[in-house]
């Protein structure tokens, strides 16, 4: 099995876990709706939960407006050094990955849970914050394994990365602005359609080299 060809089933792989959650949170499956609020409410009265001040700033951190902001400017910053191919995939799943936010936001129309610590609009499942944060964060990822393989810079980045996106998943639980699924939804439809590009990208990559051999 190709690298192109494994990225693309561990895409539809996402695809599919995503849809079955998305299914279950729009029939309000009894058996994940009790595991949702006991879940979440476990988590806002625990210590962690108690960081409010932290989950704010971590919150502004990772909001869409502020995460694809960063993506475009890396997008321009791989257009400046020739990273046409990385470019253009990291613009596309900025910009579609939102879109596509939206539509499932839509489609399944989850209310967001009760007493929020600081009180969000439209939609809960799945999180907005968390799948545009995860996103950046995957692309960063390949970024650095793409370039600079397993070296100690590459994991250092990798580690500090995810530990915002970590931070990110957790305020928006201690801020009770979503549902432990939302936050699940969002890092598979993250991991999905990145994946999903770049399995894009290689392919079309390998075109392009076979046609300039020939």
Same mark, same amino acid.
């Given at each position: 099995?190709?690298?192109?060809?494994?990225?693309?089933?561990?895409a539809l792989g996402c695809f599919g876990?995503?849809?079955?959650?998305?299914?279950?949170?729009?029939?309000?499956?009894?058996?994940?709706?009790?595991?949702?609020?006991?879940? +979440?409410?476990?988590?806002?009265?625990?210590? +962690?939960?108690?960081?409010?001040?932290?989950?704010?700033?971590?919150?502004l951190i990772g909001s869409p407006l502020?995460?694809?902001?960063?993506?475009?400017?890396?997008?321009?910053?791989?257009?400046?050094?020739?990273?046409?191919?990385?470019?253009?995939?990291?613009?596309?799943?900025?910009?579609?990955?939102?879109?596509l936010l939206l539509v499932i936001k839509?489609?399944?129309?989850?209310?967001?849970?009760?007493?929020?610590?600081?009180?969000?609009?439209?939609?809960?499942?799945?999180?907005?914050?968390?799948?545009?944060?995860?996103?950046?964060?995957?692309?960063?990822?390949?970024?650095?394994?793409?370039?600079?393989?397993?070296?100690?810079?590459?994991?250092?980045?990798?580690?500090?990365?995810?530990?915002?996106?970590?931070?990110?998943?957790?305020?928006?639980?201690?801020?009770?602005?979503?549902?432990?699924?939302?936050?699940?939804?969002?890092?598979?439809?993250?991991?999905?359609?990145?994946?999903?590009?770049?399995?894009?990208?290689?392919?079309?990559?390998?075109?392009?080299?076979?046609?300039?051999?020939?």
């Open positions: 099995m190709t690298l192109t060809e494994r990225n693309q089933q561990l876990l995503l849809g079955i959650l998305a299914i279950l949170v729009k029939i309000q499956f009894a058996p994940l709706m009790q595991l949702d609020h006991q879940w +979440l409410t476990a988590f806002s009265t625990s210590v +962690l939960g108690q960081h409010v001040r932290v989950w704010e700033w971590l919150t502020v995460t694809s902001g960063l993506g475009v400017v890396l997008a321009l910053f791989l257009w400046r050094i020739r990273q046409y191919g990385w470019s253009l995939a990291t613009l596309t799943a900025i910009v579609t990955g939102d879109g839509t489609l399944v129309g989850r209310m967001r849970p009760l007493q929020q610590v600081v009180p969000d609009t439209g939609f809960s499942f799945p999180s907005g914050h968390v799948f545009s944060t995860a996103l950046f964060v995957f692309i960063v990822w390949t970024l650095m394994m793409q370039w600079l393989g397993r070296s100690w810079l590459s994991w250092s980045v990798i580690t500090m990365t995810a530990i915002v996106l970590l931070g990110v998943l957790f305020a928006r639980l201690g801020l009770r602005d979503h549902y432990p699924s939302d936050v699940l939804g969002s890092l598979l439809l993250a991991s999905g359609w990145w994946l999903q590009i770049v399995s894009v990208l290689e392919r079309v990559t390998k075109r392009r080299q076979q046609q300039t051999q020939e």
